[in-house]
């Protein structure tokens, strides 16, 4: 179903949240040998609290994270203080997650792989989702299946988030990006920065050093355009000496853009996509993003889009426990009501699941179960108590219900689902996020 498109913006406080941690999980360095690389690789594993590879029961859900290019594996040590934090509080499942490292040995170009198969840089594309998750599903104590597996990152890995859950959709569930490169067809907005940083008229002679925009492009060529003959960078670059774009390079960038890829093969209907970007980002990717969402809308893909108020990464902090949530609530939702979704029972009368997806922009599911005929009622209030909507109030005959709850014009914000049976009330907590 197409849907308008919503770019939605946050005012958000500009501080380091404060985790309030009652249990705590554990983060461990690891390493494996991976075959498409041919050689050992290392990651950073989160395992929540009370996980134990022999007596913990059932399994767990995986989250990958993919970092950002110019950084390493180990950082972004604070998603695991936001894990322990929203799991100590019943907001998410337990769930590991896994921080494998993607950084290249060519340091010219940054050691950016874009988790992208290159003559140049290696198999790291394969090293993931070859590699990687069958070692973590082989060592760990994990769900094993595409229901119970997610994929996130930031910049560079929110790009190889993205492109790798499309490319493989019957490896991942869902998938959440930040600050991602999702349309390509977008990277002109960044020639006249790398005409700056090459001496502002031609002809120019691009130096992967020369800024920030040339050292990206040129690592960008390096997953996409390799070519060893080339000197003294073994890639073809996306702009020529008198500034005009190569059109042949551009065409290697396009098929490798998740804005192009999704056109010829859309992930299933089923699929949780959550992506956001800052208004004011510091390398101009917000017109990689609004366009992107502009092709999944024009396409019917259901997505959750977001702008905020802030740059390429200082809020990570803030949007990292939203995307978690968003994760948890797709991988712990099925229309079948598998028992390893959150459920809320009202005595012997009936049953309340969670919603999905949660956080939302704009829709979202509200499932229950009734086990006896049942005069039920369903309402959605906000923080202050009022009533906003009124769902249903009738009788209900043992079955499985599901509502699609369209917020419309609401401001964001914390909203409750209400279901009342007699005296028997459940809430459950919705967020919407604008």
Request: some cysteine.
């Amino acid at each position: 179903m197409t849907r308008k498109l919503y770019i939605i913006s946050i005012i958000v406080i500009l501080q380091t949240p404060v985790y309030v941690v009652s249990g705590q999980g554990t983060a461990q360095a690891r390493s494996f040998y991976s075959n498409a690389l041919k050689e050992n690789r290392n990651y950073t594993i989160y395992l929540p609290q009370g996980y134990h590879p022999a007596t913990s029961p059932g399994c767990f859900p995986v989250i990958y994270f993919l970092h950002g290019a110019a950084v390493h594996y180990t950082h972004y040590s604070f998603v695991h203080d936001i894990a322990d934090d929203l799991i100590s509080r019943g907001t998410i499942k337990p769930v590991i997650i896994v921080k494998p490292d993607a950084n290249t040995d060519y340091t010219v170009f940054r050691r950016a792989s874009w988790y992208t198969n290159s003559q140049l840089n290696g198999q790291f594309e394969d090293y993931i989702v070859k590699d990687l998750v069958a070692h973590i599903d082989k060592t760990y104590n994990t769900c094993a299946s595409r229901d119970k597996r997610s994929i996130m990152g930031h910049s560079m890995g929110g790009y190889g988030a993205m492109k790798l859950l499309l490319k493989h959709p019957g490896l991942f569930k869902a998938v959440a990006s930040h600050s991602g490169l999702l349309d390509l067809e977008a990277i002109p907005e960044w020639f006249h920065h790398i005409f700056r940083e090459n001496g502002g008229s031609a002809p120019y002679t691009y130096d992967p050093e020369a800024g920030r925009f040339t050292w990206l492009t040129y690592s960008l060529s390096g997953a996409f355009a390799p070519n060893p003959s080339n000197f003294p960078y073994p890639a073809d670059f996306i702009l020529d000496r008198q500034g005009n774009m190569v059109h042949s390079v551009m065409d290697k960038f396009r098929i490798n853009s998740p804005a192009y890829i999704v056109q010829g093969a859309p992930p299933g209907q089923d699929t949780g996509i959550y992506f956001d970007v800052g208004q004011q980002d510091d390398i101009g990717l917000l017109p990689f993003n609004t366009s992107f969402s502009k092709i999944l809308d024009e396409k019917g893909i259901h997505h959750t889009f977001v702008v905020y108020q802030g740059g390429h990464d200082d809020m990570l902090e803030s949007r990292i426990p939203i995307a978690l949530e968003f994760l948890d609530s797709v991988m712990n939702y099925t229309p079948s009501g598998n028992q390893q979704q959150l459920a809320y029972t009202l005595g012997n009368n009936a049953i309340l699941f969670q919603n999905y997806p949660n956080p939302f922009t704009h829709s979202t599911h509200l499932q229950f179960r009734i086990l006896k005929p049942s005069f039920i009622s369903l309402k959605i209030y906000d923080v202050t108590g009022k009533e906003v909507a009124v769902l249903a109030s009738s009788n209900f005959s043992p079955n499985d219900y599901s509502f699609v709850w369209n917020a419309g014009t609401l401001p964001g914000g914390i909203y409750y689902f209400q279901m009342q049976i007699n005296e028997l009330v459940k809430t459950i907590k919705l967020v919407l996020v604008k």
